[in-house]
């Protein structure tokens, strides 16, 4: 099991930037991918970003494409989002998970293939 923290939310306006962080500890991190989700309120949790192990390969939701960017150093247990040119609807709960199993080839979307969340940070943008 690996414990994740979340940390970089805040209330910014629309047109600004902001850098979410997660720090990982517990089992070795550089062996899983890595996942951002959001959750806003009276919504599901979806898929934001992931990355894998190694840190070549990334994935993205469509309506992130272009602005947000994800990367990870093991070094630091540490993965990171880049949000640039956020817009109100990226308003939510971010949330970092641990996929579930070690050097898994495919990155998946899925709540359901990650098995270690941390407890969120809140991004708001207001118009």
């Known amino acids: 099991q690996v414990r994740l923290v979340e940390s970089g939310g805040g209330l910014v306006q629309a047109g600004d930037s902001l850098r979410l962080s997660c720090a990982a500890s517990?089992?070795?991190?550089?062996?899983?991918?890595m996942g951002w989700f959001r959750q806003a309120p009276g919504k599901e949790r979806d898929f934001v970003s992931a990355i894998s192990w190694s840190g070549r390969r990334t994935n993205y939701a469509e309506s992130v494409k272009g602005r947000f960017t994800i990367d990870r150093d093991n070094a630091k247990n540490t993965v990171y989002l880049q949000m640039n040119s956020l817009k109100p609807e990226d308003t939510a709960v971010y949330y970092c998970a641990a996929d579930s199993i070690r050097n898994r080839v495919a990155l998946i979307t899925s709540r359901a293939a990650y098995a270690d969340w941390g407890q969120g940070t809140q991004v708001t943008v207001s118009s």
């Open positions: 517990g089992r070795t991190f550089s062996g899983y991918n």
